[in-house]
């Protein structure tokens, strides 16, 4: 191998160690001259004359990676002021080289970050306990963050956030507000999380024409919710909130309940569930589908390959199935969502659910405080539908107003004023939903489902 050809090599794994292995050093060789250098903290060149040796070279014939070094070289020789941490150099430049992908699904989880996901998974953490998410008003130029739901009975909750709330401030008092504006879900979510106890205010937008209000909110330990139950005179209800460790068994524990009693009929309600973990939807699915693939996953290169079901965890139900899905029902919700119907397992009432049909994989890193939660695939419905952004249209289109759907969001929604689940009991009922509930716009689904067989009409195939 030439110098040069070497040197870039030694640069390159540099930048690597650097982003994704903090921790471990290592030891290479620049140009043949025999130079050492090691990760953060310490020199990066040990030797300033190969540094100048590099930086003489022809700048057209830099490569991008030996313009990384020269910036960071530089930051570190002539900023005003001490790095005090270079790991936050270390990890701003693995952050950024992720959010250069262009997909907000894929990211850098430093230390913090990834202890945070690690809470969600297991279904506990601390903090304001709410959900956030990208803001999609096409009336604000620059990228934007919402509440996209708060958990029931958590501390953002009771401070009196909504979902849908615009986050245009953060801070530790209301006088010194950081602005927001332009920073991404991950971003946003570092300076909102915290230790029970602490506080932090939120400056939110509302309506675009009125002025932001700023909501104290005192950190705490949240559960994240899993199952509710609820039961409809022969009509069993189940509202799964997310997909963590414990989503597939507590979903169990509330069918088991049922399976001593008359129920005929299951609502599964995957309304503003955002997703979790792709195992939990496997498992779900596997108990109401006795064979045949939950979901297709293709990679970049490679055919649809079949993710099939658990058939250990398959039970005989009987009954037939309704989930309720929205627009903020999303990713693994998603799965379940077109696995039970594509299957013919199940009908879908409510909204077109939001179309994230890309599956991330979790990659721990060397140092073992760090990871990365990359893009590698995109998923196919059982009858390799593509839903990435189009998202799943439900076989009966039923909608709520802001209104109603804030109060969905809060479980301030009495059962009478849920057209949605009103409109799923009927369709269990009597195999059909009223004209007056469904929305104009969309056209109804053939008749020809009977809800009492246990199966779908086989015209409940594709979008």
Do not use: C
């Amino acid at each position: 191998m030439k110098p040069r050809q070497l040197a870039y090599a030694v640069v390159v794994l540099g930048l690597m160690a650097i982003s994704f292995a903090m921790g471990a050093g290592f030891a290479g060789r620049l140009g043949g001259s025999g130079v050492a250098y090691a990760q953060f903290g310490g020199d990066v060149f040990s030797n300033q004359a190969a540094l100048e040796a590099l930086q003489a070279q022809n700048a057209q014939n830099l490569t991008p990676v030996e313009t990384f070094w020269q910036v960071l070289n530089r930051v570190r020789e002539r900023y005003y002021l001490p790095i005090e941490d270079e790991n936050k150099l270390a990890y701003g430049a693995a952050k950024g080289l992720m959010s250069s992908l262009g997909d907000p699904y894929s990211r850098f989880l430093d230390p913090d970050d990834l202890k945070g996901f690690d809470r969600i998974t297991r279904g506990a953490l601390e903090g304001i306990g709410a959900i956030l998410a990208p803001g999609d008003n096409p009336d604000i130029q620059t990228r934007h963050v919402i509440i996209l739901r708060p958990f029931p009975g958590g501390p953002a909750e009771k401070a009196g956030l909504l979902p849908g709330d615009l986050i245009v401030g953060v801070g530790q008092s209301a006088e010194k507000m950081e602005n927001v504006l332009g920073m991404s879900v991950d971003e946003v979510a570092d300076r909102v999380r915290g230790a029970r106890g602490t506080t932090v205010f939120l400056s939110v937008v509302r309506k675009l024409d009125e002025p932001a209000i700023v909501v104290e909110v005192t950190r705490d330990r949240v559960e994240v919710p899993i199952v509710e139950t609820k039961n409809f005179d022969e009509i069993a209800y189940i509202k799964l909130e997310s997909f963590s460790e414990q989503s597939a068994k507590k979903l169990a524990e509330g069918l088991a309940k049922l399976e001593g009693q008359p129920e005929s009929a299951l609502v599964i309600d995957l309304r503003g569930n955002g997703g979790g973990l792709l195992d939990a939807a496997v498992d779900i699915v596997s108990m109401f589908v006795k064979d045949g693939p939950v979901v297709y996953i293709k990679e970049r290169d490679g055919n649809p390959q079949p993710l099939n079901v658990k058939k250990q965890q398959y039970r005989d139900y009987a009954f037939p199935i309704v989930v309720l899905v929205n627009g903020q029902t999303a990713s693994a919700a998603e799965i379940l969502s077109g696995a039970l119907r594509d299957t013919g397992r199940a009908k879908l009432v409510g909204e077109t659910t939001f179309g994230k049909g890309l599956v991330q994989t979790v990659i721990p890193l060397a140092d073992g405080r760090t990871a990365m939660s990359i893009t590698t695939a995109k998923y196919l419905t059982p009858n390799q539908t593509d839903i990435n952004k189009t998202g799943i249209k439900p076989d009966f289109t039923v909608k709520l107003a802001q209104p109603e759907w804030i109060k969905l969001n809060r479980g301030q929604l009495e059962e009478g004023e849920d057209k949605q689940l009103q409109a799923a009991l009927a369709l269990l009922k009597t195999g059909d939903v009223p004209a007056d509930m469904i929305a104009q716009d969309e056209p109804k689904t053939p008749a020809g489902w009977t809800p009492k067989s246990g199966e779908s009409s086989p015209e409940s195939g594709t979008q």
